[in-house]
């Protein structure tokens, strides 16, 4: 799950309605101070990984990149994030490329 709004509710859920073993990847920014128990992640085997590293440079280059890119394959398969057992099966046979999943 890649977490890129930055809403600390959505942050909320993705932590806590992802299923066991899933990877969150945050990139969204502020989520500003939460209080949080740790045992959601440790309790169901959850990667969490944040990623803030890149530079200006990174950002112009990728601004560049992103009109010469097909983006289509990563908006054609929002779902609610309840069909994720569906979204993975659909994902591991090759139907899907990419899946969002709404949180609402």
């Not at 809403?7 to 969204?28: I, R, W």
């Amino acid at each position: 799950i890649v977490e890129i709004t930055g809403d600390p509710d959505v942050l909320n859920l993705a932590l806590h309605e992802s299923p066991a073993n899933a990877t969150l990847l945050l990139l969204g920014l502020p989520y500003g101070e939460r209080q949080f128990s740790f045992e959601t992640v440790a309790a169901f085997d959850k990667t969490v990984t944040g990623s803030v590293g890149s530079t200006a440079e990174d950002f112009e280059a990728a601004i560049e990149l992103l009109p010469k890119l097909d983006l289509t394959p990563y908006f054609r398969s929002p779902m609610p994030l309840q069909n994720f057992e569906k979204a993975w099966t659909q994902y591991k046979t090759g139907e899907l490329f990419k899946i969002i999943f709404d949180f609402n």
